[in-house]
């Protein structure tokens, strides 16, 4: 099998000059780079992914800062989710992920010593006290709402782009996730829901997250946004939405989904 190599820079991929991911036609291997000493030796992290899109894959995390190297630039991930399909970028996503990952666990979070690398696993240990350490994921529900034939949307106020979205939250320790969804809409905009069913998801490494979609109805209550996270909730029906998120996420795919299911009913 032949090796291949990528590398990252926080959320940013080095990409070859001659990819244009917006041309529609990307080559499945968009994301490899040509491997340099120039990249070896900058490195804070080199890992070893053995399958990365049926290839053996060598990763790279270099310092923020470091120009690319000739022939290449620097491309934010996001930019890859929005513009190719979902199956395109998942890969790059996981590389970019344990890259990330293993820089943020160089040493033992119980004695820190510095971790060492796990031959048969990715994973890292500790050779002092031998605390194990694995990839980090955090789950996070997206909601989907359904009220007399209408969705609930929110703007979040920490939203730059001012876009509606589905309600999101982190699930918390002890929690399963119909009772995080529950939680998440009673404490952001103050409504009792049911959950009925699980619709998919989707891992969102900016940085760790992994998305949950559920669909759910309306019990009770009227929509009071906490004004904190939320800034403004409403309900809406498929053919007066606002401005909603651009299609390549989970949310956005969601929402496009509940939309027909609206229409069709
Ligand atoms: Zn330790």
């Known amino acids: ?42 490195a804070e992290v080199e890992l070893y992914l053995p399958c990365m899109a049926g290839q053996a894959t060598r990763l790279w995390r270099l310092p923020e800062g470091l120009a690319a190297p000739n022939g290449h630039r620097w491309l934010p991930l996001r930019e890859a989710v929005y513009q190719l399909p979902e199956d395109t970028w998942l890969s790059a996503a996981r590389a970019m992920a344990y ?41 996070a529900i997206l909601a989907v709402v359904y009220k007399d034939g209408q969705l609930l949307l ?39 829901i049911e959950v009925d069913s699980y619709l998919g998801s989707q891992p969102w490494p900016f940085p760790d997250q992994l998305m949950i979609g559920f669909s759910a109805r309306w019990v009770a209550g009227e929509l009071h946004p906490d004004g904190l996270e939320i800034a403004e909730a409403g309900w ?13 996420s989970l949310s956005r795919r969601l929402i496009d989904q509940a939309c027909r299911n609206l229409t069709t009913s």
């Open 154 to 192: 929110a703007r979040n106020a920490a939203n730059k782009a001012g876009f509606w979205s589905l309600l999101a939250g982190f699930v918390e320790p002890g929690e399963r996730f119909e009772d995080c969804v529950k939680r998440e809409v009673r404490e952001e905009v103050g409504i009792e």
């Open 1 to 42: 099998m032949t090796e291949s190599s990528a590398a990252f820079r926080g959320s940013e991929i080095l990409i070859d000059n001659s990819i244009d991911l917006a041309s529609g036609d990307a080559p499945a291997t968009w994301w490899q780079c040509r491997a340099t000493a120039e990249l070896s030796s900058a």
């Open 99 to 139: 890259a990330n990952w293993r820089a943020a666990n160089r040493f033992c979070g119980r004695c820190g010593t510095k971790n060492i690398d796990k031959a048969d696993e990715l994973a890292v240990q500790c050779p002092a006290c031998g605390n194990l350490g694995f990839p980090r994921l955090s789950p």
């Open 236 to 248: 809406f029906s498929p053919t007066a939405l606002p401005f909603v998120p651009k299609t390549g």
